[in-house]
């Protein structure tokens, strides 16, 4: 039988979407099968089946490949039918039988309790903990904490535990959600002593809270004259309600405040959108009242002024504009991709998820799946945080990723570029960058302009003398460094950062040149080479080379091997190579094929402990099938983890190949045979590909650093 998580609550507002995504998340880690249920939910017109977005997000990231129709039971208005002809029993028992067979089909299920809201169903408290009974999940009740006092919060998390205690629940936890900052060390001590169960506390986020411009136009049925998908994305933290003289009003603005005024109001959006353009302050959007729209002169130049920021029309006017704005709320679904990763954050900084993993009794899948390698490689990262430097700061995908990896708590960063243009950029973009606060437990990003920064001289000088030998002087190194990759690889060699991610708008020559001039190679490496790993859809496998080199003799091949089976090792897939040709074991002979060979034995005699077969082709590699024709009773043949390519022509072609063809999902290149960790970007990377390499150089710098200890240490 599956394990399975009931998440309800006792009431609306609880704010429990981002403890259903943290609970998804950490059950996804662990399992392959994971299955997500909504007993009830609300019909999106009459007589038809409903949707939920809660759901829907999770169907979409965790990529559950199950019919949609079986990850619900009834909608509220059936189920309330049902239980008015035929009784409560008969309700429960067709919710059983339908999760039930959604159960056999997964390892785990996190299910979804009612929303309170119009359900039609008397004592819902009672009803979430009879299906959790029914369906034997533990209940993980989440209380809000909203605007309460500690003591009211206290008091309704104790009462809350002892009411699904007595209905026969095993509670798994208690979260108090929703609280406010200031209050959570004191309601966390006061329920772990009070509680016989692990009590959490998530504070309150008002970027969580808040609601996006794209929410309130579709609440509003608002048109869009201008905007972006970026703009309409914005958080909206306030309203400014224009009726004052410009200059009045401007003093009125504040950062992600929506201007809602009447549109015939020329000075105030022309004002406004002024403002935000200088960042004094960013603002989130206007919206326009009684129907009226600006002239095409206004228009062009509000364009010009602020582009991607939204500006939309709504023909009712400020009074009923005004009541339809002020109750709505943030709201995490598939389409908001920023909340999604920041109630992620908030989950895993304050839920012991170990603590609560133990308690559900999983046992992690033996098979690493690409999710779960995913979620093993971010939670690596954020175990021993590292620093990495961003060199391109500026970029939207860079500022994107960094938020991310900010409010996961993966790392510390330095962007590098004119701190009035990243923060201006950042919040054209809607994007929080943290301020520097070392008394805080959380991760850092500063901000550095190589071309005023104090550390220029102090560089210019390290940079002259290594490149003395070719005439490099520091007068000219001055200029050198200010180009943002080579300031960042000065800070990674002289231990400022722990590893330097660049290439979403630089070539990979500009971001590998510098780290060969300054970092060099490691001692232990012959030259340097790259991974890509290759998430497919039931493994991960290692690519290599597929970046760098372009045609390695037998000795490099070899090399290129072991270092590859190390990256491998380092991030959890066993490594089983296959060094790579057109023919498998004695089948074939010539120039090429007897390279691999040579690299082959090459790699026996240097890691004898290491499972190694070749020549060998892709198909015996990894087909278990074709394996035991060409290559009976090979340790790697069917069954190879680690992919070494013959040369960087067949290597780069191939990953391409598989990644376009069999959808796979390509980390990388990730360099290997550097001192320190610099890593390059394929300039289409996404926002999760950034993401992905980041915390891949922050567990490399993890090693690098325990490298190092262990070495002074054996000096001493």
């Not at 961003?390 to 995908?397: F, I, Q």
């Not at 290559?631 to 190879?640: D, F, I, L």
């Amino acid at each position: 039988m599956a394990r399975s998580v009931y998440v309800t609550g006792i009431d609306r507002g609880d704010g429990r979407q981002a403890v259903e995504l943290g609970v998804m998340e950490l059950l996804t880690r662990q399992v392959d099968r994971v299955g997500v249920f909504r007993p009830l939910v609300h019909a999106q017109a009459p007589g038809e089946p409903g949707t939920d977005h809660v759901v829907e997000l999770l169907r979409n990231r965790y990529r559950l490949d199950l019919p949609t129709g079986e990850l619900y039971g009834l909608t509220y208005e059936d189920a309330a039918a049902l239980q008015a002809a035929q009784g409560q029993d008969e309700l429960v028992s067709t919710l059983v039988d339908r999760f039930r067979a959604l159960e056999r089909r997964c390892q785990a299920v996190l299910v979804l309790g009612t929303d309170f809201a119009a359900t039609n169903i008397p004592d819902e408290l009672a009803f979430n903990a009879r299906l959790a009974n029914e369906f034997g999940a533990w209940v993980l009740p989440v209380v809000g904490g909203q605007n309460e006092d500690p003591q009211t919060v206290i008091a309704e998390v104790r009462n809350a535990h002892r009411a699904y205690t007595d209905l026969g629940c095993s509670t798994l936890a208690m979260i108090a959600n929703r609280v406010a900052p200031g209050a959570r060390q004191q309601v966390e001590q006061t329920l772990a002593q009070k509680l016989p169960v692990p009590a959490y506390v998530i504070p309150e986020e008002l970027a969580l809270a808040a609601p996006t411009v794209a929410q309130l136009v579709e609440a509003t049925g608002a048109e869009v004259l201008l905007g972006d998908a970026a703009g309409l994305a914005r958080d909206v933290r306030s309203f400014v309600f224009g009726g004052a003289m410009l200059p009045t009003f401007l003093t009125a603005l504040t950062e992600g405040a929506l201007v809602v005024t009447p549109g015939d109001r020329a000075d105030l959006v022309i004002g406004s959108l002024a403002a935000h353009a200088a960042g004094a302050p960013p603002i989130a959007g206007v919206l326009l009242t009684l129907g009226q729209h600006p002239g095409p002169n206004v228009m062009a130049l509000a364009a010009r002024l602020a582009p991607g920021t939204p500006v939309a029309v709504v023909p009712e006017g400020s009074w009923i504009t005004a009541a339809a704005l002020t109750h709505l709320e943030g709201q995490i679904g598939p389409n908001s991709p920023r909340k999604t990763e920041i109630a992620l954050g908030l989950f895993e900084l304050h839920v012991d998820t170990a603590e609560l993993t133990k308690r559900i009794e999983l046992s992690r899948s033996e098979r690493v799946t690409p999710m779960m390698f995913e979620h093993e490689l971010l939670e690596r990262a954020r175990a021993a945080r590292r620093h990495i430097v961003l060199p391109e700061g500026t970029e939207d995908r860079m500022l994107r990723a960094a938020e991310v990896l900010l409010r996961r708590n993966i790392c510390d960063l330095t962007l590098l570029g004119a701190p009035d243009t990243v923060h201006r950029r950042a919040a054209a973009l809607g994007i929080e960058l943290p301020q520097p606060d070392d008394t805080q437990d959380r991760t850092q990003v500063r901000i550095v302009d190589p071309a005023t920064s104090p550390l220029r001289r102090q560089f210019a000088e390290l940079y002259a003398k290594l490149r003395a030998h070719r005439g490099m002087t520091v007068e000219l190194a001055l200029d050198v460094v200010t180009d943002v990759s080579y300031f960042g690889t000065l800070m990674v060699q002289e231990g400022i950062a722990d590893g330097m991610v660049s290439g979403s708008v630089h070539s990979t020559a500009a971001t590998i040149r510098p780290a060969f001039e300054v970092i060099k190679t490691a001692p232990d490496a012959a030259i340097v080479s790259s991974v890509f790993f290759m998430c497919l859809a039931d493994r991960v496998l290692v690519y290599g080379d597929c970046a760098v080199n372009p045609d390695p003799d037998a000795r490099q091949l070899a090399d290129i091997a072991i270092q590859s089976a190390e990256t491998a090792a380092q991030f959890g897939v066993e490594p089983r190579v296959a060094m790579l040709s057109y023919s498998t074991g004695t089948s074939g002979s010539g120039v090429d094929v007897d390279k691999v060979r040579r690299a082959t034995e090459l790699v026996r005699e240097l890691r004898p402990d290491l499972p190694v077969d070749g020549p060998i082709q892709y198909d015996a590699a990894v087909d278990a099938h074709v394996a035991a024709t060409k290559m009976p009773g090979s340790p790697v043949a069917g069954r190879a983890t680690v992919l070494i390519f013959p040369d960087l022509n067949t290597g780069n072609n191939t990953y391409k190949a598989v990644q376009r063809s069999a959808g796979a999902v390509a980390v990388g290149p990730v360099l290997q045979g550097l001192r320190k960790p610099v890593n390059d970007l394929s300039r289409g990377a996404l926002v999760e590909d950034i993401v992905h390499t980041v915390a891949i150089t922050a567990v490399q710098a993890q090693t690098a650093v325990q490298a190092r200890t262990a070495g002074e240490g054996a000096a001493r």
